[in-house]
């Protein structure tokens, strides 16, 4: 999924308001965050596909670091933990680990089997949502909205920055995700790997978004 990653990090800011959309945004995206780092460092390779899927043009054939199931608990367990150990905030770690693992779980749902469940397995899973295009549309569309919903009943502007920012940043993933999906692939490999490095680029954006969007719910 792509959006329905950012979903996870909307969404999560209910059930932890006292952590920023920044942080929650490198948790549900953190296996994604790295994977790009990996192919470049040549630790993980992809290939591009044009009729990999009808949604997604890339076989995934190997990427036992960032995205199978064994290191996916223990990329959460380790965001989690970091974050335990510099905020000693409980309640904060434990979404953030979840937030990290739910990525996994998104991708189990949407991709072809291909996931190991640790390196060097042999058994690969998935669900293969990616084999309808129209399906995929409609499921991580109704997510990723929700979570908007819920992250804009969850906060409020400070100021006008707090509106136009967050609603700016809406509005690109939506044109972004739209972009991939019925684009062309990219040219290569290398190209693929920097072109998803720019997703660091959200990072700021949000940490700033949360500096104008306080959440109206208690802090816990």
């Given at each position: 999924m792509f959006v329905g990653h950012y979903a996870v990090a909307l969404?999560?800011?209910?059930?932890?308001?006292?952590?920023?959309?920044?942080?929650?945004?490198?948790?549900?995206?953190?296996?994604?965050?790295?994977?790009?780092?990996?192919?470049?460092?040549?630790?993980?390779?992809?290939?591009?596909?044009?009729?990999?899927?009808?949604?997604?043009?890339l076989d995934l054939h190997d990427y036992p670091i960032s995205h199978s199931l064994l290191t996916s608990v223990i990329w959460s367990a380790a965001f989690g933990g970091l974050y335990y150990a510099t905020r000693r905030h409980g309640r904060g770690a434990w979404v953030l680990g979840a937030a990290v693992f739910s990525h996994w779980l998104l991708d189990f749902v949407s991709h072809a089997p291909d996931m190991p469940l640790y390196p060097g397995s042999a058994t690969r899973v998935g669900l293969g949502l990616w084999n309808s295009f129209t399906?995929?549309?409609?499921?991580?569309?109704?997510?990723?909205?929700c979570a908007v919903i819920l992250y804009s009943r969850t906060t409020e502007p400070a100021d006008r920055t707090g509106t136009y920012a967050y609603w700016a940043l809406v509005a690109l993933l939506l044109l972004m995700y739209f972009g991939n999906a019925l684009g062309p692939p990219p040219p290569d490999e290398r190209t693929l790997a920097w072109t998803a490095l720019g997703q660091?680029?959200?990072?700021?954006?949000?940490?700033?978004?949360?500096?104008?969007r306080p959440a109206t719910v208690q802090q816990v």
């Amino acid at each position: 999924m792509f959006v329905g990653h950012y979903a996870v990090a909307l969404a999560s800011k209910k059930a932890a308001p006292k952590v920023s959309l920044g942080t929650l945004f490198i948790a549900s995206q953190l296996l994604d965050l790295v994977w790009p780092l990996f192919l470049l460092l040549g630790i993980e390779t992809v290939r591009i596909v044009p009729a990999a899927t009808p949604f997604l043009r890339l076989d995934l054939h190997d990427y036992p670091i960032s995205h199978s199931l064994l290191t996916s608990v223990i990329w959460s367990a380790a965001f989690g933990g970091l974050y335990y150990a510099t905020r000693r905030h409980g309640r904060g770690a434990w979404v953030l680990g979840a937030a990290v693992f739910s990525h996994w779980l998104l991708d189990f749902v949407s991709h072809a089997p291909d996931m190991p469940l640790y390196p060097g397995s042999a058994t690969r899973v998935g669900l293969g949502l990616w084999n309808s295009f129209t399906a995929t549309m409609i499921v991580e569309g109704l997510i990723f909205a929700c979570a908007v919903i819920l992250y804009s009943r969850t906060t409020e502007p400070a100021d006008r920055t707090g509106t136009y920012a967050y609603w700016a940043l809406v509005a690109l993933l939506l044109l972004m995700y739209f972009g991939n999906a019925l684009g062309p692939p990219p040219p290569d490999e290398r190209t693929l790997a920097w072109t998803a490095l720019g997703q660091w680029l959200f990072v700021p954006w949000m940490y700033w978004i949360d500096r104008h969007r306080p959440a109206t719910v208690q802090q816990v």
